[in-house]
């Protein structure tokens, strides 16, 4: 019983470590996409993927405990204190977004993604109002939320369909 016990431990880590090394690979699939040229900062948010079947399919502190991990290994690596500082907040407030709407069990995943999106992008532009002492950039975040909308409309498309086909005993 006990050895049963210690193989799921050993196999929730794997596909928990898997999740995050996913997320790091896709994010920098991502950095290495011109989507930025259409709108400055803006990115698809293919990491926000690998949350969304962390949610769905694990539990809302899996999937914040994988986002953190994958903010702070993608920053270490590809960013600095300040991407770090700017993916933490627009992270946390897209988890909080994301799960509340997630437990009324009134939206859908493509809804939930959406609203992550632009979360995610109203927590980045607070973080930026501090760091240039500055509201001027407010007007910026009418453009990063139509963004954020289409990037959450495919981002969520992709994580219904990839939670559907997952099986069941893989997570």
């Known amino acids: 019983m006990k050895k049963e016990k210690n ?7 794997a596909i928990r470590s898997l999740l995050v090394a996913l ?3 896709l994010s920098y699939v991502e950095s290495q996409m011109p989507v930025e ?8 948010g293919l990491t926000n ?7 769905y399919r694990l539990n809302e502190k899996e999937a914040i405990i994988i ?3 994958r903010i702070f290994l993608v920053g270490f690596t590809f960013g600095n204190m300040f991407s770090i500082a700017y993916s933490l907040a627009g992270g946390m407030l897209s988890g909080i977004v994301m799960i509340a709407l997630k437990k009324t069990q009134k939206v ?4 939930v993604s959406v609203a992550g999106g632009v979360a995610h992008n109203v927590g980045q532009i607070l973080v930026a109002m501090v760091v240039l002492e500055t509201t001027a950039i407010l007007y910026y975040l009418l453009i990063l939320w139509i963004a954020g909308v289409f990037a959450g409309i ?3 498309v992709l994580s219904a369909e990839v939670t559907k086909r997952l099986p ?3 997570i």
């Open 23 to 25: 997320a790091m690979v």
């Open 108 to 111: 859908s995943m493509t809804t």
């Open 7 to 13: 193989n799921f431990g050993m196999r929730k880590i």
């Open 168 to 170: 069941k005993t893989i």
């Open 67 to 69: 986002n953190i991990i």
């Open 49 to 55: 993927l690998v949350v969304m079947v962390a949610l």
């Open 37 to 44: 040229a259409f709108v400055p900062g803006m990115k698809l």
């Open 154 to 156: 495919v981002i969520g």
